[in-house]
């Protein structure tokens, strides 16, 4: 049962999207839209080549931020203004996740490569506000995206998280390498489980799992 493996865990960590939603919801679909729109518009390419190059830049960068931070000089705060510009209507309410957060014991943060703001909005439409000591976004990172050690060095020195005593969850394993190195509990959520070395557990129904370790 997994529940032995989180008796010592006084923090979580849990990112956003398609983690604390699922992805069915297509939330995300709507900010790579923007995404590729922003895209053409600031380096004057037509749609195809920013899809590739939002793709692109995602998998060497960690985000198409990153990418068009290092490469293009893009100023962070209109692209994430902009991007997360959505409907969230698409978001229903989740009372049994909301629950399952609620009984966690000590800490619970968001840590997302999106924006605070925008996080803030997400966790109000999953009916999930209030219920976090933190929402840390990428511009708290100084913009500096997971999985990078030093992005995630920054929000856990800001937060004072022990590592040794926390859990992340995430839908992105790339982004669960970092945490597993600093002794944390991983936790892949997605509908697909993935063999690795530095993922220990896998869920598909994250209000399910959370369920497992209150027994």
Request: proline residues 7%.
């Amino acid at each position: 049962m997994p529940a032995e493996f989180f008796h010592n865990t006084r923090a979580w960590v849990f990112d956003l999207d398609n983690t604390l939603y699922p992805p069915e919801m297509r939330l995300f679909d709507q900010i790579e839209t923007r995404m590729v729109a922003y895209v053409m518009a600031a380096l004057h390419v037509d749609q195809a080549e920013a899809n590739r190059l939002r793709k692109l830049y995602w998998a060497e960068y960690g985000t198409t931020l990153a990418g068009l931070m290092a490469l293009h000089d893009i100023d962070p705060e209109p692209y994430l203004i902009d991007v997360h510009d959505i409907d969230f209507t698409v978001l229903s309410p989740d009372p049994d996740l909301r629950d399952r957060i609620a009984a966690l014991p000590g800490r619970r943060i968001v840590y997302t490569n999106g924006s605070a703001p925008y996080a803030a909005r997400v966790l109000e439409a999953r009916g999930l506000s209030g219920l976090f000591d933190a929402i840390y976004g990428v511009e708290h990172a100084d913009y500096r995206p997971k999985p990078e050690a030093a992005a995630f060095a920054r929000i856990f020195a800001r937060d004072g998280l022990d590592p040794s005593g926390a859990a992340m969850f995430e839908d992105d394993p790339r982004n669960l390498s970092v945490p597993h190195d600093l002794g944390m509990r991983t936790v892949h959520v997605a509908p697909e489980r993935l063999e690795a070395a530095h993922i220990h557990h896998h869920t598909d129904d994250l209000a399910g799992f959370l369920s497992q370790l209150l027994r």
